[in-house]
Nanobody, 114 residues
Framework: VQLQASGGGLVQAGGSLRLSCAAS????????MGWYRQFPGKQRELVAN???????SYADSVRGRFTISRENTKKTAYLQMNSLKPEDTAVYYC?????????WGQGALVTVSS
């Protein structure tokens, strides 16, 4: 399984970006998809995740601004980020996990300028 993240970049505060995570293999539909982020010198933290059944959870810091979604037919998960703040600047990682598996994508740098 490979996870290919895309959509990072530089945006001004208040702007929007959409991250995509495209998966290979056959496990996507059975997996919980998550987005994590990592600040310099810090551990990765969960931003949002969505279960195979569509149950969604968000970190308090992004709730109401970020939206996670998935398209099983395209084996792709998304993170729509609105009202971005400089403190959202981080490397964002997508994650796929199931009963016995866990995979990480490469990071996507998101930089929010003030």
């Amino acid at each position: 399984v490979q996870l290919q993240a895309s959509g990072g970049g530089l945006v001004q505060a208040g702007g929007s970006l959409r991250l995509s995570c495209a998966a290979s293999g056959s496990r996507f539909s059975f997996s919980t998809m998550g987005w994590y982020r990592q600040f310099p010198g810090k551990q990765r933290e969960l931003v949002a995740n969505i279960t195979p059944g569509g149950f969604i959870s968000y970190a308090d810091s992004v709730r109401g601004r970020f939206t996670i979604s998935r398209e099983n037919t395209k084996k792709t998960a998304y993170l729509q980020m609105n009202s971005l703040k400089p403190e959202d600047t981080a490397v964002y990682y997508c994650n796929m996990k199931g009963g016995s598996w866990r995979y990480w994508g490469q990071g996507a740098l998101v930089t929010v300028s003030s």
